[in-house]
């Protein structure tokens, strides 16, 4: 199995969940090199397509090919960098095609602030050395399965152009997964957030119920207590009136006579 075709995580070792077309990406590889080698410079029309090619939001995912350049590169290399294609890929420049070179800026801007960053920076060049190391720890262990096999030890990523290619497409590849990783912990951390602020409001509601019946409690008490007094006031006297009556000598009827 090739590289490429299963790649692992760079710290779980986990199989790619990376569904990316190995026929896309070699379309693009090839047509962006042979691009390079024609011109070192692209023009706005090339870099405005290369950034935005399909599948372009994962192969933009690694800041340095974005920007055409080194990992090893300095802080005034990547600010002649970015000077240099901002200008080509900018919408002022770009009159006739100003939302794809809009989108092609903010790829390139992107990709810029984030290298500004030494703690990002060195993520993205974490990721590009697992890589590689990915690659090489591929070449030397299928060569001792066909030394083993008593098979010719000749491989394709010999050939220093096709071991770089590899490195891209494996590079290319953990920069998604992490992405893939980053906007599930992002989804879940929203879930999160959203539970908790149903809870919160939940709790708040809650509080201001209790809070308007003990002040319902409250002013009504005294009128609960006054008719209550009433009510036993007007239940003595319903009693006494009772027992008069129950007391009161019968009337003697006076008998006629003839």
Known sequence: RHPADGPMAAAGGEPSTVNVSDELFQNFYTEVKQI?????????????????????????LNPFEVLQID???????????????????????????????????????????????????????????????????????????????????????????MFKQAVYKQTMKLFAELEIKRKEREAKDMHERKRAREEEIETAEKAKRDREWQKNFEETRDGRVDSWRTFQAKGKKSKEKKNRSFLKPPKVKMEQRE
């Open 36 to 60: 390079e080698k024609r011109d070192s410079v692209l023009t706005s029309k090339q870099q405005i397509e290369r950034l935005l090619r399909p599948g372009s939001s994962y192969f933009n």
């Open 71 to 161: 990992p090893e590169a300095t802080d005034d290399e990547l600010k002649k960098r970015f000077r240099a294609l901002s200008i080509l890929v900018h919408p002022d420049k770009n009159q006739d095609d100003q939302v794809r070179s809009q989108k092609a800026f903010e790829a390139v801007d992107k990709a810029y602030k984030l290298l500004l960053e030494p703690e990002q920076r060195k993520r993205a060049l974490d990721v590009i050395h697992a890589g590689q190391e990915y690659v090489e720890h591929y070449v030397k262990e299928k060569k001792k399965q066909l030394k083993k096999d008593g098979k010719s030890l000749d491989m394709e990523e010999d050939d220093p152009e």
